[in-house]
Nanobody, 115 residues
Framework: QVQLVESGGGLVQAGGSLRLSCAAS????????MGWYRQTPGKERELVAS???????FYEDPMKGRCTISRDNAKTTVFLQMNSLKPEDTAIYYC?????????WGQGTQVTVSS
């Protein structure tokens, strides 16, 4: 029923920027708190940032001050603007509800930051 499709990842040099998009299906999208998560091989997924249905953002320490989460409820899309990227930001980035809903996990989008 619900599908989340991430896009916007790619290869970028350290210090560069990327803007990720999450296109969501579902008629109740505007009611959900949504989050961006990331995962590297051998590690658990971690929350990067989240945003309430009303547009209030929350940021976790790994990228706090270097990213901005936003949403366009009319387009049912959530964005993550990432700046000053570091090699340790290399991961697959996913969107999901917060807390995450297991069946909503998609393929994610790969972000690779080179030194």
């Amino acid at each position: 029923q619900v599908q989340l499709v991430e896009s916007g990842g790619g290869l970028v040099q350290a210090g560069g920027s990327l803007r990720l998009s999450c296109a969501a299906s579902g008629s109740l999208f505007t009611m959900y708190t949504m989050g961006w998560y990331r995962q590297t091989p051998g590690k658990e997924r971690e929350l990067v940032a989240s945003i309430t249905g009303g547009g209030h953002p929350f940021y976790e320490d790994p990228m706090k001050g270097r990213c901005t989460i936003s949403r366009d409820n009319a387009k049912t899309t959530v964005f993550l603007q990432m700046n000053s990227l570091k090699p340790e930001d290399t991961a697959i980035y996913y969107c999901n509800t917060r807390p995450p809903t297991e069946r909503y996990w998609g393929q994610g989008t790969q972000v690779t930051v080179s030194s």
